[in-house]
């Protein structure tokens, strides 16, 4: 009886210490490979034309370039900063820019290090895509000659996150959230809730926390039936910022809350009102 006792409790200990050993080897597997999940990378190298539009080469950190679309706002009207989301590339943007100039509003898109046309070199991470996009304001803001009183901030899904950084900066006064999450961490704890993703995630784009000290204005647009980013998220957020709206579209999903003219509409609304505050109307229909 002894023995069989003494033999039960090795193979119990085998099995737990495989069963830690898979664990432990799943969490490292994640760990080196979470990029290709948080930046899936579309394939192939688009370059925007919009007649009115620039697409510009700014020199970025490390000798790098920093592609970025601009089409120059009219007298008086706010530029519109634009951050994609991980799916997407510079030249999917192409389509909201004309949107934006037909409004009379100018436009400016920034691409992601490791996306399109900036593929070359260093793969995407948040302290890399940052500083893009920090070079890329400072840009607009020097030589092109766009204040940053004249600057509203807009990130859909994971530029969400880039754009709440940019605010956290300074490098704007409205800021525009399409599809927003909390942080990436808790996106990774609700697709994997037996990882313990607080430890494994290396790019955590933590806009709960640092959406408290941001008392500008803040648009927050999301679809109940979003499908990546749940749309608690976006009401959390809501409760978050001081000073935010949020919009809340029955029926959308991740990508297609700026399918209704309305809601597009309403975004260029608001990035105009900071004009108008200010005592210019910005120019155009």
């Not at 995407?124 to 092109?144: C, Q, R």
Request: proline residues 9%.
């Amino acid at each position: 009886m002894g023995r069989l006792l003494q033999r039960a409790r090795r193979m119990l200990l085998l099995v737990l210490a495989t069963l830690v050993i898979a664990y432990v080897g799943l969490c490292v597997l994640v760990f080196l490979n979470q990029r290709q999940l948080v930046f899936p990378v579309p394939p192939g190298a688009h370059e925007p034309s919009l007649p009115g539009a620039t697409l510009l080469r700014i020199p970025g950190p490390e000798g790098s370039t920093v592609f970025a679309l601009h089409v120059p706002a009219p007298d008086g009207a706010p530029t519109v900063v634009h951050f994609h989301g991980n799916g997407e590339q510079l030249a999917d943007g192409q389509w909201l820019a004309q949107r934006y100039q037909e409004a009379g509003l100018g436009f400016f898109a920034v691409e992601y290090p490791g996306y399109g046309l900036a593929a070359v070199g260093q793969g995407p991470s948040e302290k890399g895509i940052y500083a893009a996009a920090a070079a890329a304001l400072e840009h607009l803001h020097g030589p092109l000659g766009v204040p940053r009183e004249r600057t509203v901030l807009q990130g859909q899904s994971l530029g969400s996150g880039v754009a709440v950084e940019m605010a956290k900066r300074g490098h704007g006064v409205r800021l525009v959230l399409l599809t927003p999450y909390t942080s990436l961490v808790e996106v990774g704890a609700r697709i994997f809730p037996w990882l313990p993703a607080r430890l494994l995630v290396r790019d955590p784009f933590d806009s709960a926390a640092k959406a408290p000290g941001l008392e500008l204005p803040v648009l927050i647009v999301h679809g109940t039936r979003d499908e990546v980013i749940p749309v608690d998220m976006g009401r959390t957020l809501g409760t978050l910022f001081p000073n935010a709206t949020v919009r809340i579209l029955e029926g959308k999903h991740h990508n297609d809350v700026l399918d209704k003219p309305t809601t597009l509409q309403e975004l260029m609304r608001f990035a105009s009102e900071g004009s108008q505050q200010a005592g210019t109307l910005p120019s155009g229909p």
